[in-house]
């Protein structure tokens, strides 16, 4: 073909960034050019970017290869709709963009039933090309190579998009999140547990262009820190594109030993939750940071009963954004499989520190209040101060691990103790392996014979991890085994 071609990928903005105000829009584009630079850069790609008629054109360089945009980075800012690999010709004419149009399509409709969509982008005096006639031609083109025509439901869509900068062919169209450009409306923090919930919550802000600091309240020391930054770092690699968020990691373990030492046992999961609020609003505070993010949704535990939720709340003077309030859990695992983060989320959220057998389901305010008058002066102010703060996308994973506490086989003459639940233990476990359940585990490990070699083994590796590290600073000789369930049973 003598016309010059150029190789790009087409960027739809959200619909909502169009109906918005002069001054407004502009604003909003302009940070979604600045995410959009940062995907890119993320991506090792530097390529020139053109704004136009409520799309952005990424002219891909010659020698960067891109199968499929399906998951790419360009896939992932927020403030896209839709992204298509596309090529521009530098051709107007209706006869010249028919042939173009053929020598590009013939092969992919061949054998296959197919339609033709054109469309005429920018002002209609700058395109002489007829829509409709352009689809009649290269239909009519393309139909000897083909097995037919089918408007409703074609095997292959041929697309062209006329304008004045040339016409751009492409096939597929990849969805984007929509929503607003990550930044525009300002920063929270999110409340993060590394389970389902909490990433799937702070995702959906995020689409709605909240910046987010992320707080974790660790409750399993090293290794539950290690599960939740993994998390973490998968929302800040892959979805906060303009942003470099910070996981700020508080010890909360001296805080669940004060509440089980000091206050009731059927209000201790409403009482973690206040001062986790009141954790996240110090961070708030010093991050200038306007709202605190949280995955909660209306009766999925008994902290999350409306009444238990109202009490919740007055723990802090910020406003808390609940996204999920109203959603399904299976709503929320299938957007968490979206966002790449379920498998992960499946390790973490086996963990659970305080789960009282009788729990509050309408905690009065007046007794939680008072509740609280026992927990020590100045301890979760002591405890925010000392936290750990990670910049998410610099971080190095392995930095986190404990050092000798995993083995990848079994010593002679170790315990092996299976910390799962008793109905996957009795579908198959090492033949090696007693079964005592992570929370009793938890419970009785003060009174093991500190004579023995302990390996502790669980589906994933969280807990294991978890309950060895805790009998190490015990004195126990403890390990857990590295790759959970599945590596034992390979190594057996």
């Given at each position: 073909?003598?016309?010059?071609a150029?190789?790009?990928?087409?960027?739809?903005?959200?619909?909502?960034l169009?109906i918005?105000?002069?001054?407004?829009?502009?604003?909003f584009?302009?940070?979604?050019l600045?995410?959009?630079?940062?995907?890119l850069?993320?991506?090792?790609v530097?390529?020139?970017?053109?704004?136009?008629?409520?799309?952005m054109?990424?002219?891909?360089p010659?020698?960067?290869a891109?199968?499929?945009?399906r998951?790419?980075?360009?896939t992932?800012?927020?403030g896209?709709?839709?992204?298509?690999l596309?090529?521009?010709h530098?051709?107007?004419?209706?006869?010249?963009?028919v042939?173009?149009?053929?020598?590009?399509f013939?092969?992919?409709?061949r054998?296959k039933?197919?339609a033709?969509?054109?469309r005429?982008?920018?002002?209609r005096?700058?395109v002489?090309?007829?829509?409709?006639?352009?689809?009649?031609q290269?239909?009519?083109?393309l139909?000897?190579f083909?097995?037919?025509?089918?408007?409703?439901?074609?095997e292959?869509t041929?697309?062209?998009?006329l304008?004045?900068?040339?016409?751009?062919?492409?096939s597929e169209?990849s969805?984007g999140?929509?929503?607003l450009?990550?930044?525009?409306e300002?920063?929270?923090?999110?409340?993060?547990?590394?389970g389902?919930d909490s990433?799937?919550a702070?995702w959906?802000?995020?689409?709605?262009?909240?910046?987010l600091?992320?707080v974790?309240?660790?409750?399993?020391?090293?290794s539950?820190?290690?599960g939740?930054?993994?998390?973490?770092?998968?929302l800040?690699?892959r979805?906060?594109?303009?942003e470099?968020?910070?996981?700020?990691?508080?010890?909360f373990e001296?805080?669940?030993?004060?509440?089980?030492?000091?206050t009731?046992?059927?209000?201790?999961?409403v009482?973690l939750?206040?001062?986790?609020?009141?954790a996240?609003?110090a961070?708030?505070?010093?991050?200038?940071a306007?709202?605190?993010v949280?995955g909660d949704?209306?009766?999925?535990?008994?902290?999350?009963?409306?009444?238990?939720?109202?009490v919740?709340?007055?723990a802090?003077?910020?406003?808390?954004?609940?996204?999920?309030?109203?959603?399904n859990?299976?709503?929320?695992?299938?957007?968490?499989?979206?966002?790449?983060?379920?498998e992960?989320?499946?390790?973490?959220?086996e963990?659970?520190?305080?789960?009282p057998?009788?729990?509050?389901?309408?905690?009065?305010?007046?007794?939680?209040?008072?509740?609280?008058?026992?927990?020590?002066a100045g301890?979760?102010?002591?405890?925010?101060?000392?936290?750990?703060?990670?910049?998410?996308r610099?971080?190095d994973?392995?930095?986190l691990d404990?050092e000798?506490?995993?083995?990848?086989?079994?010593?002679p003459?170790?315990?092996?103790?299976?910390l799962?639940?008793v109905?996957?233990y009795?579908?198959e476990h090492?033949?090696?392996?007693?079964h005592l359940?992570?929370?009793?585990?938890?419970?009785?490990?003060?009174?093991?014979?500190?004579?023995r070699?302990?390996v502790?083994c669980?589906?994933?590796?969280?807990?294991?991890a978890?309950?060895?590290e805790?009998?190490r600073?015990?004195?126990?000789?403890?390990?857990h085994?590295?790759?959970?369930?599945?590596?034992?049973?390979?190594?057996a």
């Amino acid at each position: 073909m003598g016309e010059t071609a150029t190789r790009f990928a087409l960027l739809r903005f959200a619909g909502e960034l169009s109906i918005k105000a002069r001054g407004t829009r502009a604003h909003f584009r302009r940070r979604l050019l600045q995410n959009l630079r940062d995907a890119l850069a993320a991506e090792g790609v530097n390529a020139r970017i053109e704004v136009s008629h409520e799309r952005m054109f990424v002219e891909l360089p010659g020698d960067y290869a891109v199968p499929s945009l399906r998951d790419h980075a360009l896939t992932r800012v927020f403030g896209i709709s839709s992204v298509s690999l596309a090529v521009r010709h530098a051709v107007w004419e209706t006869e010249d963009i028919v042939r173009t149009g053929a020598e590009l399509f013939r092969e992919q409709v061949r054998g296959k039933r197919f339609a033709v969509r054109a469309r005429r982008v920018g002002e209609r005096h700058t395109v002489r090309a007829e829509r409709m006639e352009v689809e009649r031609q290269l239909g009519a083109a393309l139909y000897p190579f083909a097995a037919g025509v089918d408007l409703d439901a074609p095997e292959e869509t041929v697309h062209v998009e006329l304008s004045a900068a040339g016409t751009a062919y492409f096939s597929e169209r990849s969805q984007g999140p929509g929503g607003l450009p990550l930044g525009v409306e300002g920063r929270a923090v999110s409340l993060h547990s590394g389970g389902f919930d909490s990433v799937v919550a702070a995702w959906q802000m995020q689409r709605r262009g909240v910046a987010l600091d992320h707080v974790f309240c660790n409750l399993g020391g090293a290794s539950h820190l290690r599960g939740a930054a993994r998390v973490a770092r998968v929302l800040a690699d892959r979805w906060s594109y303009g942003e470099r968020p910070l996981l700020h990691a508080i010890d909360f373990e001296p805080v669940a030993e004060a509440i089980r030492a000091h206050t009731e046992t059927r209000f201790w999961q409403v009482l973690l939750k206040r001062m986790m609020l009141r954790a996240a609003e110090a961070v708030a505070r010093e991050r200038r940071a306007i709202a605190i993010v949280t995955g909660d949704a209306v009766g999925q535990v008994s902290s999350q009963t409306l009444h238990n939720l109202a009490v919740v709340s007055r723990a802090t003077e910020l406003p808390i954004l609940r996204p999920l309030v109203g959603t399904n859990k299976d709503e929320i695992i299938e957007l968490a499989r979206r966002i790449g983060t379920a498998e992960l989320s499946k390790v973490v959220g086996e963990y659970c520190a305080m789960v009282p057998r009788r729990p509050a389901t309408r905690a009065p305010q007046d007794l939680v209040e008072a509740q609280e008058t026992r927990l020590p002066a100045g301890l979760l102010d002591d405890l925010v101060a000392k936290r750990s703060v990670l910049d998410l996308r610099a971080l190095d994973l392995d930095s986190l691990d404990v050092e000798g506490l995993a083995l990848d086989r079994l010593p002679p003459g170790a315990l092996l103790l299976d910390l799962r639940p008793v109905e996957p233990y009795r579908s198959e476990h090492h033949p090696l392996a007693l079964h005592l359940e992570f929370s009793r585990a938890l419970e009785a490990y003060p009174s093991f014979d500190r004579s023995r070699t302990y390996v502790l083994c669980c589906e994933f590796g969280l807990l294991s991890a978890h309950l060895a590290e805790r009998m190490r600073r015990d004195g126990f000789d403890a390990w857990h085994f590295t790759g959970g369930q599945r590596a034992l049973m390979r190594s057996a």
